[in-house]
């Protein structure tokens, strides 16, 4: 998930309070994928929680976050941030093993 999508999840979330919001809803205020969206309610269960049995979803007030939105926001920050400088790494290193195997390749012909 984006921070710019977690943004306008946990924004329109929070406007709707504990009562919280269907799917649907929830695509249409944020001009989401509804399969998307639904991915990222099971994945990301510190900042959303279902609403009893029904359909709706609520930012999650018991998780460690306790419904406050600048914090789950600064945790997608520093999650997507962290996600990238080790995809970053992968690049990085990926590049350094083929680089040797090529100089190991010519080295041996």
């Known amino acids: 998930m984006t921070t710019h999508e977690a943004r306008r999840i946990i924004s329109f979330l929070k406007e709707k309070g504990i ?12 001009d989401m994928d509804l399969l998307k969206l639904k991915e990222y309610m099971n994945e990301y269960n510190e900042l959303f929680s279902k609403v009893g049995s029904t359909d709706k979803y609520t930012l999650n007030r018991f998780g460690p976050y306790q419904g406050n939105a600048e ?16 995809d970053k790494r992968i690049i990085w290193m990926s590049s350094m093993i083929a680089v040797l195997f090529a100089v190991f390749a010519t080295n041996i012909s």
Do not use: R
């Open 19 to 30: 009562h919280g919001a269907c799917l649907s809803d929830i695509a249409k205020a944020t």
């Open 71 to 86: 914090q789950m926001l600064a945790f997608v920050e520093k999650y997507n941030h962290s996600k990238l400088c080790f």
